[in-house]
């Protein structure tokens, strides 16, 4: 069984940066392909970034340039550093595997406003 817990949402202004960490316990966390969505209000959740157990990295294309998605298997941690941060990105940001089950966060809010 995996947990995953997300931390380091916030409020931030425009063109700042935040970076939300996603702690995971569990067997071979580290093989696990992580993924990061997010849900605005009213707005069906999408994936943002994924990376795979090898380091192999996804991103959607409307943070392609902005995001990154960096792990720390030592510590069994995933981070969503996001930079340019504009208010079309506030949301719940969630992370989730799907390795051996589907599992999610409790999700994190970030809101990007003056």
């Known amino acids: 069984q995996v947990q995953l817990a997300e931390s380091g949402g916030g409020l931030v202004q425009p063109g700042g940066s935040l970076r939300l960490s996603c702690a995971g316990s569990g067997t071979a966390f580290e093989v696990a392909t992580i993924n990061w969505y997010r849900q605005a209000p009213g707005k069906e959740r999408e994936l943002v970034a994924a990376i795979t157990g090898g380091g192999v990295t996804n991103y959607a294309d409307f943070v392609k340039g902005r995001f990154t998605i960096p792990r720390d298997n030592a510590i069994k941690t995933v981070y969503l550093e996001m930079n340019s941060l504009k208010p079309e990105d506030t949301a719940v940001y969630y992370c989730?595997?799907?390795?051996?089950?589907?599992?999610w966060g409790q999700g994190t809010q970030v809101t990007v406003s003056s």
């Open positions: 989730n595997t799907e390795f051996l089950g589907d599992y």
